[in-house]
């Protein structure tokens, strides 16, 4: 379906936009064919070589917040974070620096928890070395298992140096314990990333559910009615606000030309 282009719809009225046709329900090819811009330079933020973060400026005006952005793919080294590179382009192009960081994940040496975490805390703390980039008004998002990556960054909001404003989980994995209990491909990479089943690594999973902390007080999981990779109920949790985007499914969120990818500009919109 044809659709206006993303530098389009961030220059015309919201309104036009919202009436143009939008696509629904996209595949994953669907969003490694997104055209994609240059980020304006990576930076290491630690020593390994997954330890790094590709940085997007609007081109032609001061950012209106900051964006750190957390891929997904169940937390496997098979997913990495050019998929979200569309999307980084597309928010540059709304007028959003994008921090969009890589870590170590399972089948990395290091990956998975609690190193995979300590990547993304390391990711977001490094933000104050990047005299490019303003953290005055400051969102964390993450798509699948970087939501949850994201979600639990916001809850363990005392292990950053720089202050979110806002936390978005994108069809994200709000809860580990449920999730790993699940039979398909990506829930039983759950137990991989945990290093092991709920019965021999309890504690671990407490650790690692973000609601076990205290979600961060401006949570948003956003959602849509048809994913397959992540279940609606995943889009609960307590002290979050939920948004469903009927006739969405797991990847729309990553997808530019979309109408979930228009529902994430609106809440951007109510904040910054």
Same mark, same amino acid.
């Given at each position: 379906?044809?659709?206006?282009?993303?530098?389009?719809?961030?220059? =015309?009225?919201? *309104? *036009?936009?919202?009436?143009?046709?939008?696509?629904?329900?996209?595949?994953?090819?669907?969003?490694?064919?997104?055209?994609?811009?240059?980020?304006?330079?990576? !930076?290491?933020?630690?020593?390994?070589?997954?330890?790094? /973060?590709?940085?997007?400026?609007?081109a032609n005006s001061p950012a209106?917040?900051?964006?750190?952005?957390?891929? %997904?793919?169940?937390?496997?080294?098979?997913?990495?974070?050019?998929?979200?590179?569309?999307?980084?382009?597309? =928010?540059?192009?709304?007028?959003?620096?994008?921090?969009?960081?890589?870590?170590?994940?399972?089948?990395?040496? /290091?990956?998975?928890?609690?190193?995979?975490?300590?990547?993304?805390?390391?990711?977001?703390?490094?933000?104050?070395?990047?005299?490019? !980039?303003?953290?005055?008004?400051?969102?964390?998002?993450?798509?699948? +298992? %970087?939501?949850?990556?994201?979600?639990?960054?916001?809850?363990?909001?005392? =292990?950053?140096?720089?202050?979110?404003?806002?936390?978005?989980? =994108?069809?994200?994995?709000?809860?580990?314990?449920?999730?790993?209990?699940?039979?398909?491909?990506?829930?039983?990479a759950a137990a991989s990333f945990?290093?092991?089943?709920?019965?021999?690594? +309890? +504690? +671990?999973?407490?650790?690692?559910?973000?609601?076990?902390?205290?979600?961060?007080?401006?949570?948003?999981?956003?959602?849509?009615?048809?994913?397959?990779?992540?279940?609606?109920?995943?889009?609960?949790?307590?002290?979050?606000?939920?948004?469903?985007?009927?006739?969405? %499914?797991?990847?729309?969120?990553?997808?530019?030309?979309?109408?979930?990818?228009r529902r994430l500009l609106e809440? *951007?919109?109510?904040?910054?």
């Open positions: 379906m044809k659709t206006f282009p993303t530098f389009l719809c961030a220059a =015309l009225s919201s *309104l *036009l936009c919202a009436q143009a046709p939008a696509a629904e329900n996209v595949t994953f090819a669907d969003v490694l064919a997104i055209p994609t811009t240059q980020a304006t330079e990576s !930076v290491s933020y630690g020593p390994d070589q997954f330890q790094f /973060g590709q940085l997007w400026l609007p209106r917040a900051t964006l750190v952005l957390i891929h %997904g793919g169940c937390w496997l080294n098979q997913f990495d974070i050019f998929y979200t590179a569309g999307l980084s382009s597309a =928010l540059a192009d709304a007028g959003f620096a994008v921090w969009s960081l890589e870590y170590r994940r399972v089948g990395d040496e /290091g990956g998975g928890w609690p190193g995979t975490f300590e990547d993304i805390i390391a990711g977001i703390n490094s933000l104050n070395r990047i005299d490019s !980039v303003d953290t005055e008004n400051l969102a964390i998002l993450g798509h699948s +298992a %970087g939501g949850h990556l994201a979600l639990l960054a916001g809850a363990k909001e005392d =292990l950053l140096a720089v202050q979110p404003d806002l936390i978005v989980g =994108l069809a994200a994995i709000s809860d580990v314990v449920t999730y790993a209990s699940g039979e398909s491909s990506c829930e039983r945990m290093g092991g089943e709920l019965d021999e690594h +309890a +504690a +671990a999973y407490f650790d690692a559910n973000p609601a076990n902390h205290g979600l961060h007080a401006n949570t948003v999981l956003m959602q849509g009615d048809i994913d397959e990779i992540v279940p609606l109920a995943q889009s609960t949790s307590p002290g979050a606000r939920t948004i469903i985007s009927t006739g969405a %499914g797991h990847f729309d969120w990553a997808h530019p030309e979309t109408l979930a990818y809440l *951007l919109d109510e904040h910054f």
